[in-house]
Antibody, heavy 113, light 110 residues
Framework: QVQLQQWGAGLLKPSETLSLTCTVY????????WGWIRQPPGKGLEWIGE???????NYNPSLKSRVTISADTSKHQFSLKLSSVTAADTALYYC???????WGQGTLVTVSS | QSVLSQPPSASGTPGQRVTISCSGS????????VNWYQQLPGTAPKLLIY???QRSSGVPDRFSGSKSGTSASLAISGLQSEDEADYYC???????????FGGGTKLTVL
């Protein structure tokens, strides 16, 4: 069974960089895209971006200038960095396999001064 | 403002059939597959339907999906109290080069 476990800082100040990592347990890392999705409190889902084992990435155009997604295939990990955060980036962040079958548990990231 | 349009709410009584719509354009739904997700309170979204009408593993056949042109629909028959959740549609948008979601529909079982 595939499991995704994510972690990272949950409280940031404005202008800081959000950093989250997701480790994939079980199953194949290659052959899939791996992505990040976020959900502001009480709101809907927003796709952030994705990466595959070759390092090919796709990003949400609205976030592209601030987002970097990277992967360490040897560790079956992929990471999200979002720079210059503001209160609007406060959300529950999820990692997921690119076919959307398997999801991480979610990490609440709050941006507050 | 979401790229895909869903009604914000829907409701039905136990046993009823409910349909949730998802409207897009030729650059997204019109040319790509649609997925549907169920999100129970306090949990991560769960893939219900993929590739327009394929049920994900373990999803009851009470759930079905369809697509026509630039719109898609999720139908839930034999409505049960445990179906009360938020439902989201999603697809790839060729113009944005991005996955896009609907705004979500909150389903209430009366």
């Amino acid at each position: 069974q595939v499991q995704l476990q994510q972690w990272g800082a949950g409280l940031l100040k404005p202008s800081e960089t959000l950093s989250l990592t997701c480790t994939v347990y079980g199953g194949s890392f290659s052959g899939f895209y791996w992505g990040w999705i976020r959900q502001p409190p009480g709101k809907g889902l927003e796709w952030i971006g994705e990466i595959n084992h070759s390092g090919n990435t796709n990003y949400n155009p609205s976030l592209k200038s601030r987002v970097t997604i990277s992967a360490d295939t040897s560790k079956h990990q992929f990471s999200l960095k979002l720079s210059s955060v503001t209160a609007a980036d406060t959300a529950l962040y999820y990692c997921a396999r690119g076919d959307w079958v398997f999801w991480g548990q979610g990490t609440l990231v709050t941006v507050s001064s | 403002q979401s790229v895909l349009s869903q009604p914000p709410s829907a409701s039905g009584t136990p046993g009823q059939r409910v349909t949730i719509s998802c409207s897009g354009s030729s650059s997204n739904i019109g040319g790509n597959i649609v997925n549907w997700y169920q999100q129970l309170p306090g949990t991560a979204p769960k893939l219900l339907i993929y590739s327009n009408n394929q049920r994900s593993s373990g999803v009851p056949d009470r759930f079905s999906g369809s697509k026509s042109g630039t719109s898609a629909s999720l139908a839930i028959s034999g409505l049960q109290s445990e179906d009360e959740a938020d439902y989201y549609c999603a697809t790839w948008d060729d113009s944005l080069h991005s996955w896009v979601f609907g705004g979500g529909t909150k389903l209430t079982v009366l």
